[in-house]
């Protein structure tokens, strides 16, 4: 318990910088346009890629009798490519609102 009470005095200044960003993303995500929801989520998507390369990339260097890092490692490449999937679907059904109906 000591350790962990170092850990947060210690590193203080993160915690709240942490908790400000916190504050901060959900101030500006809940005040985009419905029109800039589509770019916003592709640009998720994105972002979520590079997750799954640097997931792979650290489960591929950790060492294998680590079964920690690599179940964690396979626990963030599967949330991340739900993710990326469940981004593209939700962009492709909002393209479909958009276009004109036969």
Known sequence: ????????SSNLQMIYIVVLMIFVGVEV???VPAVLHTPLMSGANAIHGVIIIGA???MLDADPNNIL???LGF???LL???NV???FVVTDRMLEM???KK
């Open 80 to 82: 991340g490519t739900l």
């Open 29 to 31: 995500i809940g005040h």
């Open 85 to 87: 999937v469940g981004g």
């Open 56 to 58: 792979i990339l650290v």
């Open 98 to 100: 958009f276009k004109k």
């Open 69 to 71: 890092a690599i179940s």
């Open 1 to 8: 318990m000591t350790e962990f009470i170092d850990f947060i």
């Open 75 to 77: 626990v963030a490449v």
